[in-house]
């Protein structure tokens, strides 16, 4: 079995930057694509990147894009999150996510994902 631990969230200013970080044991999961996703109070639960087997290909949400970066440390079972130029809209629950069975065209999907972290809360103040 596979968990997934969140950490680096907290508060930060609009403008400012966090680096969350998702540390999984069990099951060696650098086979595995991984993604992170975040949920907002009364909001869905959305897309927010995603990163291949090898970290040679990633994908981003439209609102993230350009600010966010995903990366992976296969030798650690690690994956990242750097934040910069928040907003307080990114204000969220973030969560890690890792795939066991994967379609590419489908990382966007939270149903796409079989492991999930608990989150970590970011809060981004104006």
């Known amino acids: 079995q596979v968990q997934l631990l969140e950490s680096g969230g907290g508060l930060a200013q609009a403008g400012g930057s966090l680096r969350l970080s998702c540390a999984a044991s069990?099951?060696?999961?650098?086979?595995?694509?991984m993604g992170w996703f975040r949920q907002a109070p009364g909001k869905e639960r959305e897309f927010v990147a995603a990163?291949?087997?090898?970290?040679?290909?990633?994908s981003y949400a439209d609102s993230v894009k350009g600010r966010f970066t995903i990366s992976r440390d296969n030798a650690e079972d690690r994956a990242y999150l750097q934040m910069n130029s928040l907003k307080p809209e990114d204000t969220a629950v973030y969560s890690c996510?890792?795939?066991?069975?994967?379609?590419?065209?489908?990382?966007?999907?939270?149903?796409?994902?079989?492991?999930w972290g608990q989150g970590t809360q970011v809060t981004v103040s104006s």
């Open positions: 996510a890792a795939a066991s069975q994967t379609n590419w065209a489908f990382v966007r999907r939270p149903s796409n994902y079989n492991y």
């Open positions: 069990g099951r060696i999961v650098s086979s595995f694509p």
């Open positions: 990163i291949s087997r090898s970290g040679g290909t990633t």
